[in-house]
């Protein structure tokens, strides 16, 4: 392998690369669905304004999915805790039920 192709990366923006290993990270702490701190969660969308409908376009996701989590009807994926973390403006971790955290 050449000195130029280690530094090749087509298509991808810096910002792509830092989401994608902050979604290798998580998924290494992460293993497995995490619980969601259900309170929290909307505490943050109400804080912010937006109807899980708005927060949900705006990650990504679907209304169900966000409406499944408020509710604690599901555990979300690290890829789903990091698209709401990044709408919400805070850390994916502070999204996590503290009881899931290692540490």
Known sequence: MTNAALHTVLNYTIYDIIM???DIILML???EEVEVDVARLKRLREYRVL?????ARMAGL???????????FAEAHAQTIRKLAEVLGVEPRELVHKG???G
């Open 62 to 72: 679907t209304h169900v999915t966000v409406w499944r989590l408020e509710n604690g």
């Open 29 to 31: 702490l992460y293993p």
């Open 51 to 55: 109807s899980q409908r708005e927060l």
């Open 20 to 22: 994608l290993n902050i």
């Open 100 to 102: 899931n955290q290692n």
